[in-house]
Nanobody, 119 residues
C-alpha cells in the first residue's frame, strides 16, 4: 500500500515561490519508489483535477503549458521524495496540490496541500 504525504503548501504573494515535497512510503511486492512514475496534480474549487507535472522512472518530465518555465519537478530516489519547485506564482495557481504515484496503471494519491497565491 503506497502512502504519499505532501508538504510545503501555504500562502504566498504573486511572483513568489514555494517548494512542495511528497514523501513516498510503502509499495506492493517490494516495489521501490524508483520504479514509480510520479506526478503533481492540482484542483481549484469547482474545477477538475489536472496534471501539473510528471516525472517518470527514467527522469523524463512533462508539464502543463501554463506552468512551463516556472515549475520544476524532481525526484530523489534515495530519499523516496518528489518535489515541485514553483516560481513566479500567479493567483491562477491557487489550488490544492496532490501527489500521485503510478505503476502499471494503478494510481495512489496523497491528501493534498493547499497553495494560495494572493496579495
Amino acid at each position: 500500500q503506497v502512502q504519499l504525504v505532501e508538504s510545503g503548501g501555504g500562502l504566498v504573494q504573486p511572483g513568489g515561490s514555494l517548494k512542495l515535497s511528497c514523501a513516498f512510503s510503502g509499495g506492493s511486492s517490494g516495489n521501490s519508489f524508483m520504479i514509480y512514475n510520479m506526478g503533481w496534480y492540482r484542483q481549484a474549487p469547482g474545477k477538475q483535477r489536472d496534471l501539473v507535472a510528471r516525472i517518470d522512472r527514467g527522469g523524463n518530465t512533462n508539464y502543463r503549458d501554463s506552468v512551463k518555465g516556472r515549475f520544476t519537478i524532481s525526484r530523489d530516489n534515495a530519499k523516496t521524495t518528489v518535489y515541485l519547485q514553483m516560481n513566479s506564482l500567479k493567483p491562477e495557481d491557487t489550488a490544492v496540490y496532490y501527489c500521485n504515484a503510478e505503476l502499471f496503471g494503478r494510481n495512489s494519491w496523497g491528501r493534498g496541500t493547499q497553495v494560495t497565491v494572493s496579495s
